[in-house]
């Protein structure tokens, strides 16, 4: 029997989703956001999603900048997440404050986070209304990753790298490489 919750605040059933660290620069000052909600959308054009609530920093840096870039942690930098989810830019400078490490995209301003095993470029292309979040939509102009964490197909490597989930609330956790199957029908 599974019990029939109605009561849908604490809505986080769906977890574990990979923590995306969502980086935006108006100017000469970049700021960066724990993203868990965020998905692929398209292969051809190569499109990527982002939901963000309307009151965050990043909502008003990638309103204006109209690009964005996507970084992917280790479980190593579980702190990172927690400092960039749990403070706003409104309030503080958060890379100055955590000495975050930065490195440049190649076809946008905003920096990506050098911490990160994997980091999208996008260009923003559509957003779209979702209830108390905003659907932003990049264009994927180029993807940077650590060579040694995917195979050559772009499969992560699990042995390599411990991808970063998150729980909700303040609970995190990694994958078990043990785990890894191959399976054909
Ligand atoms: C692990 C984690 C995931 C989060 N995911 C989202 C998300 O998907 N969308 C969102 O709007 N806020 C999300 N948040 C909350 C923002 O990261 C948080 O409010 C942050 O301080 C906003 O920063 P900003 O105001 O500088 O943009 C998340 C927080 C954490 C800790």
Known sequence: MKKVITDLRTFQYFYPYTVAVVGAQ????ANFMSCAWHTALSFDPPLFGILVAKK???YDLISEAKEFTVNFLVQEDVALSAQMGRISGHDRDKVKEFQVELSPAVHIRTPVLDAAYAAFECRLRDIYSCGDHEL???EVLAVQVREECFDR???LDPR??????YL???????????TLEHKLP
């Open 168 to 178: 909700g609330s303040d609970f995190y956790i990694t994958v078990d490489p043990d």
């Open 56 to 58: 965050r920093r990043t």
């Open 136 to 138: 932003f939509v990049g």
């Open 26 to 29: 108006v100017k000469d000052r």
């Open 160 to 165: 390599q790298v411990k991808p970063l989930l």
């Open 153 to 155: 197909q772009g499969v």
